[in-house]
């Protein structure tokens, strides 16, 4: 969608905040939601795909406000457990659980999070296809703008560009989003600086987008 | 100064109840329901953080960067194969299945963003900055490149082409700083010194030799830079 998430090229944003501030975490709460976000996240509900489609359907003024990445995450994550009955609307209002859970779902185990930072998730898979493009092609990326989750950010629609790297056939993010893995190949379209922003580009700017092939035309 | 140890406190200002944010209630509020109903187990919440505040972090991918300065051949294994390479030292897994190594050269400076949101190479950098996923990073880096890099103290010559990054997919980037003039002779171990996770996104250049004395004062303090 084209949402406010959709950030490359807006103007009026400022300075670099924080440069050296303290990492990862700044404050005690920014912890706890990283950790239950992560753990919320191994019961399986939902993919990586569409916890992304969620922050991204998070409204313009609260996306923004404070530009605090937890704050976000805290919102996204009440939504979903809402959206996927772990707790009642009235739960989160009254700070209290009150009604029994979901059947069926077990907590992730320690050991269950050391598998899952070792072993990962990977967007790969096993496929035919044919790759339409090869390192060196021209493409041009496709003018599209759907309202559900996509991963072509909108600086670089209608662009020009050079296959750089051929990545593999991956799975889909606009298919994924939906419960579909429609794997496809992936590949790392070169922009020039000049052919996306304009002649009054930075001189010597070159610019790599991660695109999927339906993403998209031979220019 | 380094912030990095007021999250292990049991009495930092964030447990004063008199100012209490409506942030951190909604929090704890979530956090405990979660727990409650058996969705959550607190051993797992615990592991989680320990993995990422301290086993898992950018010494990792210094490592790879002063391995790949002193040893030719996994330099070489590197540029043809990054996430093999890279996961031979152990470094893969969430957020980092695949990861691309971009060597920086004097024709070509490589800097990585994720515009849409914050996807970040975990494995060799751990969590990203607080930096990384503000909006000003995510919408400037694209269109204006040397004006960012200029406010983390980098200018590149102007016949340096500036090639942006935008982590779009699930494949990660780390970049490989060049390596500072003056450390012929040096070590893996002192040539890891040099390389900051700065130097890995692409916003700063590697410490040289003259600025170690500063840079093992901070690190030694937090293993996040």
């Not at chain 1, 967007?123 to 493009?133: E, G, K, L």
Request: with cysteine; glycine share 8%.
């Amino acid at each position: 969608m084209n949402g406010i998430h959709d950030m490359g090229g807006m103007h009026g944003f400022g300075e670099i905040p924080d440069i050296d501030g303290p990492e990862p975490f700044q404050h005690g709460w920014q912890r706890r939601i990283f950790a239950v976000n992560f753990a919320i996240g191994g019961l399986g509900l939902w993919n990586i795909d569409m916890s992304r489609a969620e922050m991204e359907a998070t409204p313009p003024d609260e996306y923004l406000a404070g530009d605090d990445y937890f704050r976000r995450f805290l919102l996204r994550l009440e939504r979903l457990a809402v959206k996927h009955a772990l707790v009642s609307p009235t739960e989160l209002a009254t700070g209290l659980g009150s009604e029994p859970p979901r059947a069926g779902l077990n907590a992730i185990n320690p050991q269950q999070v050391a598998t899952m930072v070792r072993k990962g998730s990977s967007s790969m898979r096993p496929s035919n296809r044919q790759a339409r493009f090869k390192v060196g092609d021209r493409v041009r990326a496709l003018r599209i703008n759907p309202v559900t989750h996509t991963r072509l950010p909108r600086y670089v629609r209608g662009c020009e560009g050079v296959i750089e790297l051929v990545q593999g056939v991956h799975v889909f993010p606009d298919a994924s989003v939906l419960g579909k893995d429609d794997p496809q190949w992936l590949y790392s379209v070169l922009f020039d600086g000049v052919g996306v922003w304009g002649k009054d580009a930075e001189p010597g700017l070159e610019i790599v987008v991660d695109a999927f092939e339906p993403y998209l035309e031979a220019a | 100064m380094s912030e990095h140890d007021h999250h292990h406190h049991d009495h930092d200002h964030d447990d004063d109840h008199s100012h209490l944010s409506e942030t951190e209630l909604r929090v704890r509020a979530l956090e405990s329901i979660l727990v409650g109903k058996g969705y959550v187990d607190p051993e797992a919440l615990e592991a989680i953080l320990q993995t990422y505040e301290e086993k898992v972090g950018p010494r990792n991918g210094a490592r790879v960067v002063a391995r790949a300065w002193s040893d030719p051949q996994f330099m070489e294994w590197l540029q043809r194969d990054s996430t093999a390479a890279i996961a031979s030292m152990d470094y893969t897994g969430r957020q980092g299945e695949h990861i691309v190594a971009l060597f920086n050269t004097p024709e070509v400076h490589n800097v990585v963003v994720c515009t849409l949101c914050s996807c970040y190479p975990w494995p060799v950098l751990g969590l990203p900055p607080a930096w990384y996923k503000s909006a000003a990073y995510r919408s400037r880096i694209v269109i204006e490149p040397r004006k960012v890099l200029a406010e983390f103290g980098l200018t590149l010559p102007d016949e340096t082409k500036v090639r942006v990054w935008d982590s779009t997919s699930e494949m990660r980037y780390i970049v490989i700083p060049m390596r500072p003039a003056g450390t012929e002779r040096w070590s893996v171990e002192q040539l890891e010194e040099l390389v900051i996770r700065d130097s890995m996104i692409g916003v700063r250049l590697a410490n040289s030799p003259e600025a170690t004395e500063s840079t093992i004062t901070n690190w030694s303090t937090s293993n996040a830079r």
